[in-house]
């Protein structure tokens, strides 16, 4: 089993930078990909940005310039840079983590989220 816990959420003003980090542990094998998720009250969740184990990554159009993702493959963990924040970034965001527990098997599996506030 793995288990992921995200880190450094809170209450920013507008305009301000944040990081959020997770990192990754148990019954691992090595990890594929890691993402960020985020969910506002009342809306669908988001793909906000995810990394692949070769560095490439891909972000929600929403976030495309003011985030950056990034990880650190020997402590198994993934941050996400938020700047130039605005209120809409609101939400409580996720860590996804795709990975092989052995040379075969793949699963995955998500942290419990972290609160980011934005506010005006």
């Known amino acids: 089993q793995v288990q992921l816990v995200e880190s450094g959420g809170g209450l920013v003003q507008a305009g301000g930078s944040l990081r959020v980090s997770c990192a990754a542990s148990g019954n691992i094998f090595s990890i594929n990909t890691m993402a960020w998720y985020r969910q506002a009250p009342g809306k669908q969740r988001e793909l906000v940005a995810l990394i692949t184990a070769g560095g490439n990554t891909n972000y929600g159009d929403s976030v495309k310039g003011r985030f950056t993702i990034s990880r650190n493959n020997a402590r198994n963990t993934v941050y996400l840079q938020m700047n130039s924040l605005k209120p809409e970034d609101t939400a409580v965001y996720y860590c996804?983590?795709?990975?092989?527990?052995?040379?075969?098997?793949?699963?995955?599996?998500w942290g419990q989220g972290t609160l980011v506030t934005v506010s005006s």
């Open positions: 996804n983590a795709q990975y092989y527990t052995d040379s075969y098997s793949t699963s995955d599996t």
